[in-house]
């Protein structure tokens, strides 16, 4: 997987995922833009990647402005003469309950995740078009998108606009050769040691124990270096007809989540009326509504 004539910007990407996704486009041969909001983290993933042999620079300030997505397309280009690869990895969690979540932590997350993302893509994007070469663009969604996950309103719509943001740029963008996927990764990080089940095994393996193929396989859970492979893939040539997917990585596990398709349908001349749903729920729609949250083996979760 050649990316020596590749430029990425990685957002978010002084630690964890970030930092893995960083690393692995370096290794391949891509120049990397680092991002991260301190200076000695954005300073140590840099050194971390030219220790290895790669090229990165760092752009040090929070996602969310356009301010800092044109810094980080400036950036590319002064350093590395283009851009090629966007990835928008950026993001915090501000958990609670929707009575107990306040604007403030709905905001935040939103301005991260949903805003962070369209600015950034939306700079990468021109700069795509001004090269007329092409580009990719790989966003970071999450299960809870696709699920939702008790606790987290702002996090599971902010990582779910997302990919349907990815959606209708992978449609606007195809004439240009820009392709847009939102990869929805699970590996051990702070943001996975908060589901309670989970948290035993990531501070296992922080201890050097290895995770068992239950939580690699059935969860499909691993490290962040898991993760990195698919990254490297999608900014690759190889995945040049792929676009507007949505993509699960995670331990031994590789899949694709479906698009939302209509499931049990009917139909009442003239309408359906309060009387006529009531009639037709129980015949049509009862036995086909769909489940809520993750489902994990209930070996793990102790579910009867």
Not at 7 to 16: D, F, N, P, R
Not at 172 to 190: D, H, M, Q, S, Y
Not at 223 to 245: C, H, K, M, N, R
Not at 263 to 275: I, L, M, R, S, V
Request: aromatic content about 6%; hydrophobic content about 45%; overall charge negative.
């Amino acid at each position: 997987m050649d990316l020596n004539d590749k430029v990425a910007i990685v957002t978010g990407s002084g630690q964890g995922l970030g930092l893995a996704y960083a690393t692995e486009l370096a290794a391949r041969g891509a120049a990397v833009v680092v991002n991260d909001v301190h200076d000695e983290t954005a300073a140590n993933a840099v050194a971390q990647i030219e220790a290895a042999g790669g090229r990165a620079v760092a752009v040090v300030a929070p996602v969310g402005s356009t301010e800092t997505a044109q810094a980080l397309v400036a950036k590319a280009v002064d350093a590395f003469g283009r851009l090629d690869v966007i990835v928008t990895n950026a993001g915090i969690l501000r958990d609670k309950v929707l009575w107990k979540m306040a604007d403030d932590d709905f905001d935040a997350v939103q301005n991260v995740h949903v805003r962070g993302t369209f600015t950034c893509v939306r700079e990468a994007v021109l700069q795509f078009r001004e090269q007329g070469e092409g580009g990719r663009i790989i966003c970071i969604g999450s299960p809870a998108g696709q699920r939702g996950n008790f606790g987290q309103t702002n996090y599971s719509g902010a990582k779910a606009a997302i990919v349907g943001m990815v959606r209708t740029w992978a449609m606007e963008l195809r004439k240009a050769g820009i392709t847009a996927n939102a990869v929805c990764p699970v590996a051990a990080t702070a943001m996975t040691e908060t589901i309670p089940f989970l948290a035993p095994y990531i501070e296992g393996m922080r201890n050097g124990e290895p995770l068992p193929e239950i939580i690699r396989r059935d969860v499909g859970m691993g490290t962040p270096e898991d993760v990195a492979g698919v990254i490297a893939f999608l900014a690759s040539d190889a995945a040049a007809d792929v676009t507007g997917q949505a993509i699960s990585v995670g331990g031994d596990r590789l899949a694709l989540w479906s698009h939302p398709q209509l499931t049990a349908t009917a139909y009442h001349e003239g309408g359906f009326d309060a009387d006529a749903v009531a009639a037709q729920w129980p015949l049509t729609f009862a036995g086909e509504l769909e489940s809520v949250g993750e489902e994990f083996p209930a070996q793990l979760t102790g579910a009867k």
